[in-house]
């Protein structure tokens, strides 16, 4: 049977080692696990769109909410065109540690062509042509392949050519030919012909 004075001792156990790793893992785990602000909505400027050695990442300046300026890499969406000196419109999705560049509000650059995939093939030898007739069978358009590439045939003894905008025909060189008959140009404004020699008659 114990006496009083051993009923009344504390009996200290050993503490457990802290592992500082551990430590450091799990407090990172629970800053991940604590709720944020919700997903936000960001506007920054583009001071780089070539990272060293990753694709899809731009460098972002933008100014935080409390009034500091970040500036870091980020994710773009894919195939979004971002060029030096855009404006991007970025969203921090819910448990994201950073923001993603989801769209441009004003491209200063000029935007690269889009690849375009092919929706239909049609497959022509020299001796063949595609064309396009009316509803009576009358003959319209030709496309067929040249000596020095594609010819483009108006079956029709007249065209005309109508857009509500404007029409830009644009080549290395270009090269206007009336065989029998006159050339003429009409303009409600001015009429303008620059080059580095234009030659009359």
């Known amino acids: 049977m114990k006496t009083e004075d ?23 785990q629970a800053r991940r696990e604590t709720p944020g602000p919700g ?27 409390n009034g500091s300026t970040q500036e870091r890499w980020l994710l773009t969406l894919q195939g979004l065109p971002v060029r030096t000196e855009d404006r991007v419109l970025m969203l921090c ?13 004003d491209g200063f650059a000029r935007r690269p062509e889009l690849e375009r995939s092919g929706a239909a093939q049609v497959e ?20 067929h392949e040249g000596e020095s ?8 003894e007249d065209l005309e050519l109508a857009v509500p905008g404007r029409v830009r025909i644009r080549g290395r060189q270009v090269q206007l030919e009336a065989t029998a008959g006159a050339v003429e140009v ?16």
């Not at 790793?21 to 407090?27: F, I, S, T, V």
């Open 93 to 105: 999705p819910e448990g994201s540690e950073e923001p993603v560049v989801t769209g441009v509000l």
């Open 124 to 143: 022509l030898r020299r001796d063949e042509a595609v064309r396009i007739v009316g509803a009576t069978g009358e003959p319209l358009l030709e496309i």
């Open 149 to 156: 590439g594609p010819v483009v045939t108006v079956l029709h």
């Open 39 to 65: 997903p936000m909505c960001l506007m920054g400027r583009v001071i780089d769109d070539r990272h060293p050695t990753l694709g899809g990442r731009v460098r972002v300046r933008w100014r935080a909410a």
């Open 6 to 28: 051993e009923r009344n001792e504390t009996v200290l156990e050993p503490l457990a080692e802290v592992n500082p790793l551990e430590a450091l893992l799990d407090e990172h």
């Open 186 to 201: 009409d303009a409600t404004d001015e009429v303008a012909l620059r080059g580095e020699v234009v030659k009359l008659n």
